[in-house]
């Protein structure tokens, strides 16, 4: 199993090979291409940036629209792209959540990759409903979030223990622009407050952020931390306390409240 994980995590597409905070993301994103069952899937990664996920994906051989507000993020992405001849795999689009039913359709994707954005938007619980419309029911949800635990924990490590209770009691990082962190419990009500499914909930970059720089330079030291963080990732005491928790769901074959508006 373990093995099956450190192959999935090694995106040797040529884009992050060695990046261990995506380490335990990778895993879950590549079950859910694979398994959505249509030959050519429609994957619509909003608030995509320049590229992180998009670019690898779409070296795998999916096709990806991007939805992103920032011109900056996607003109990087269309340089990404055009570097490394997949133009015609990626589709760059601005917009933001509340515009992919436009953008791309409702009830069109067959997956959605929603990655660190519900952490800087006003209203997550109403962003990621308007964006959960855009896939097809039984269509799949890769939702990434900041993790509360990491944060705190972070805080504690460096001894600024008044910022910690201040990130525990979800006190800071409210103003004056949100940097949202959720707990498990959070992230798991949001996706079923949005009409989501959820499947697997599993923790990314637990140990890394927590790894003197210096012993990163050591390969070795690299794979094994890649294994632990795999091997933890769906641990529950483990999970709480990473950087970013990663949630896969589902939109259920038929929700009277969305289908009907369609
Ligand atoms: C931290 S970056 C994450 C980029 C990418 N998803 C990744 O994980 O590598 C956050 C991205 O969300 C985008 N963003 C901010 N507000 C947004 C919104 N309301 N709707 C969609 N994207 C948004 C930003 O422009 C930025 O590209």
Redesign the pocket.
């Known amino acids: 199993m373990i093995e099956e994980l450190v192959a999935a995590s090694d995106v040797s597409l040529g884009e992050s090979g060695a990046d261990l905070r995506q380490a335990a993301i990778w895993p879950g994103v590549w079950a859910l291409l694979s398994t959505c069952g249509v030959p050519r899937p429609l994957i619509v990664d ?4 320049s590229g ?2 998009a670019v690898p994906i779409a070296a795998a051989g999916y096709p990806v629209i991007v939805v ?3 011109p900056d ?1 996607l003109a990087a992405l269309r340089l990404r792209a055009a570097e490394r001849g997949l133009d015609h795999q990626i589709t760059a689009v601005q917009g ?2 509340g515009d992919l039913g436009d953008l791309v359709g409702v009830g069109r994707a067959d997956v959605l990759l929603c ?3 519900l952490d ?2 006003d209203d997550p619980a109403t ?1 990621l409903a308007q964006a959960l419309r855009v896939l097809r029911p039984g269509g799949t949800l890769s939702l ?1 979030v900041a993790g509360q635990g990491a944060a705190v924990l972070r805080r504690v490590l460096a001894g600024r223990i008044d910022e910690a209770f201040a990130v525990f009691t979800g006190e800071l990082g409210r103003a004056p622009r949100p940097s949202r962190r959720f707990s498990v419990a959070d992230a798991v009500a949001l996706v079923r407050r949005a009409g989501g499914e959820v499947t697997d909930v599993h923790g990314a970059r637990i140990f890394t952020d927590l790894v003197p720089g210096e012993r990163l330079s050591d390969p070795r030291v690299v794979e094994s931390l890649r294994r632990l963080e795999l091997a933890a990732a769906r641990h529950e005491s483990y999970r709480d306390l990473a950087a970013h928790l990663h949630v896969l769901a589902r939109r259920p074959a038929r929700q009277p409240h969305i289908d009907d508006h369609e």
């Open positions: 909003a608030g995509g940036g992180g996920f992103d507000p920032s993020a933001d959540l990655h660190s954005v800087v938007v962003a990434l």
